[in-house]
């Protein structure tokens, strides 16, 4: 697989995914609920030459008591912080179906989508626990075979709802005074276990016309949805062989489910964590692990230089392990600023879509005769 071809993510979960990261001199936990810190994580991001970052979010506190930086910004607020700031970089926002009305999430989504030029997307995800379900009283805590099928049917809303406006539903006329086009604008009329959404949505179809939609598989719940659903499916795997394995399995449900694998990307996630040379990396998580201990990893870490992290991505391209990484730096400010030293070609796509080679879908309402007609409340 050619460079330009294998996708690069970060996944920037606060001051790191290591409980401890936030001690570091350099963490900037000070300025974590503020703006300026996410757009400097996410502009150093971009002028390295990372095609898409991943911001994590949950309704619930960080595990570990005070020993821990706890509490978030919410993701889509972060993201449409930054989309004024960045050119080139992807943003996938994490947002929880589980405790939030589908037409939320879509006009937020595709409002991001304006913001960002075409470069939104949504990793979707739910509200485990019942300190979660405690939080909001609707409803008691769910398994995951339940959870994962709300995101289902959330997800199926949410897509239709950014087909709900066709292309060139805005007419401006302004000799007439019509803004738009009623007969382009659609019901959705979905009802289903969890939901019941006549539509449209508020907002006029987004510059890729369905954001990007990604799911992290991590069990056969989740995994089901991500085959129907994900355009971006998320995976952690020990090694190379069993990432490879993994994607080849995924891609077979994918093709059974009557979609086209190649219209599916996999990515593999990389704990890592960079230093000048691969000493100070040891001798840097040594100290975090000192502070307080992490545990093992979920999948692949990789602790060394960005030199050592240029080789491994090139042999997970080669391997056909996975089509793209998403790194998941213990701390955020250490990897970041290394990253610039991998010398990646500058992005040149003009959206997401078009960063991974995914096509522009039509609505699936342009040829529909439900419209809003004259006089009927939408």
């Known amino acids: 697989m050619a460079e330009s071809d294998f996708f690069l993510a970060v996944e920037l979960a606060g001051t790191g995914i290591h409980p401890a990261s936030w001690r570091r001199d350099d963490s900037r936990a000070e300025d974590l609920f503020t703006g300026a810190y996410w757009?400097?994580?996410?502009?150093a991001a971009e002028k390295a030459g990372v095609d898409a970052v991943f911001v994590?979010?949950?309704?619930?506190?960080?595990?570990?008591?005070?020993?821990?930086?706890r509490g978030r910004l919410?993701?889509?607020?972060?993201?449409?912080?930054?989309?004024?700031?960045?050119?080139?970089i992807g943003l996938l926002p994490q947002g929880a179906v589980t405790h939030t009305e589908p037409f939320h999430l879509a006009k937020a989504i595709q409002s991001l989508d304006f913001a960002s030029l075409g470069r939104a997307g949504w990793e979707v995800t739910v509200s485990e626990g019942v300190e979660q379900a405690?939080?909001?009283?609707?409803?008691?805590?769910?398994?995951?075979?339940?959870?994962?099928?709300?995101?289902?049917?959330?997800?199926?809303?949410?897509?239709?709802?950014?087909?709900?406006?066709?292309d060139d539903a805005e007419i401006r006329d302004v000799p007439t005074g019509r803004f738009i086009d009623r007969d382009k604008l659609h019901y959705i009329d979905f009802a289903g276990d969890n939901f019941s959404?006549?539509?449209?949505?508020i907002t006029p179809r987004s510059p890729q016309g369905q954001p990007i939609v990604a799911v992290r598989a991590h069990d056969d719940a989740s995994?089901?949805?991500?085959?129907?659903?994900?355009?971006?499916?998320?995976?952690?795997?020990?090694?190379?062989?069993?990432?490879?394995?993994?994607?080849?399995?995924?891609?077979?449900?994918?093709?059974?489910?009557d979609r086209d694998p190649d219209a599916v990307r996999v990515l593999l996630d990389v704990e890592v964590h960079l230093a000048d040379s691969a000493d100070a990396a040891r001798?840097?998580?040594?100290?975090?692990?000192?502070?307080?201990?992490?545990?093992?990893p979920a999948g692949l870490r990789h602790i060394g230089t960005p030199a050592t992290l240029r080789e491994l991505l090139g042999a997970?391209?080669?391997?056909?392990?996975?089509?793209?990484?998403?790194?998941?730096?213990?701390?955020?400010?250490?990897?970041?600023?290394?990253?610039?030293?991998?010398?990646?070609k500058p992005l040149s796509a003009s959206t997401l879509r078009d960063r991974l080679g995914l096509p522009r879908p039509v609505s699936r309402y342009a040829d529909s005769t439900t419209t809003i007609q004259e006089g009927t409340p939408s």
Do not use: Y
């Not at 757009?39 to 502009?43: E, F």
């Not at 994590?56 to 930086?69: E, K, M, T």
């Not at 001798?283 to 093992?296: C, K, M």
């Open 39 to 43: 757009v400097d994580a996410i502009t």
């Open 56 to 69: 994590p979010d949950s309704f619930g506190l960080q595990p570990g008591g005070p020993g821990v930086a």
């Open 74 to 88: 919410d993701a889509v607020a972060i993201a449409a912080r930054v989309a004024a700031a960045i050119r080139h």
């Open 134 to 166: 405690r939080a909001f009283g609707r409803k008691g805590e769910q398994d995951a075979a339940s959870l994962w099928h709300e995101a289902d049917e959330a997800i199926e809303v949410v897509t239709r709802l950014w087909d709900s406006w066709e």
């Open 197 to 201: 959404v006549k539509g449209p949505s």
């Open 223 to 257: 995994t089901g949805v991500a085959v129907h659903r994900a355009d971006l499916i998320r995976v952690a795997a020990g090694d190379f062989d069993s990432a490879r394995v993994l994607r080849t399995a995924l891609r077979t449900a994918v093709r059974a489910a």
């Open 283 to 296: 001798a840097e998580v040594a100290q975090l692990d000192q502070w307080t201990e992490s545990g093992s």
């Open 316 to 344: 997970i391209g080669a391997s056909g392990a996975a089509d793209g990484v998403v790194l998941r730096p213990l701390a955020v400010p250490a990897a970041v600023g290394h990253l610039a030293a991998l010398a990646r």
